[in-house]
């Protein structure tokens, strides 16, 4: 008999994991690194204050300031960012866009083949519990 497992860290992060060994599976071939997706992910809906950006992924990832600085330098070398005349603020490219584009497209069919199945009420439940579990998580490590 198949009891179902406990919502702990644990299986939070080979959930995580897995997916992300997708992810980095189907982007390494377009020569991106996991963080270089992400930047590029909030870069997709327009220019954004290069202070932002940082502390955007610095949050997200749990990286720091010149982790990320060097994750956007790849970008701006691969011609796919570049900054604004002030340098304040970094933008996609046109190739960058279409290679945006290429990494949605790898990552919503990763998500219909990984979720495909699974209730809306099971998964809106998860959400909900993760959402909570990593707001909790960020509050502690503010606090720290």
Do not use: C
Request: proline letters at 3%.
């Amino acid at each position: 008999m198949s009891t179902a497992p406990t919502l702990n860290g644990q299986v939070i992060g080979q959930a995580h994991y897995a997916t992300r060994a997708l992810l980095e599976r189907a982007v390494a071939p377009l020569g991106l690194s996991f963080g270089q997706v992400l930047v590029l992910n909030v870069l997709a809906d327009g220019p954004v204050e290069r202070d932002h950006l940082t502390h955007r992924i610095t949050s997200t990832l749990k990286v720091d300031g010149p982790a990320v600085q060097e994750m956007i330098a790849g970008l701006v070398d691969a011609n796919l960012a570049q900054d604004d005349t002030d340098g304040a603020r970094i933008r996609l490219t046109d190739t960058g866009h279409a290679m945006q584009a290429r990494v949605a497209e790898a990552v919503s069919g990763i998500t219909a083949r990984l979720y495909a199945d699974i209730p809306a009420d099971e998964a809106s439940a998860a959400a909900r519990a993760l959402t909570m579990v990593t707001q909790r998580a960020n509050a502690e490590l503010a606090a720290a």
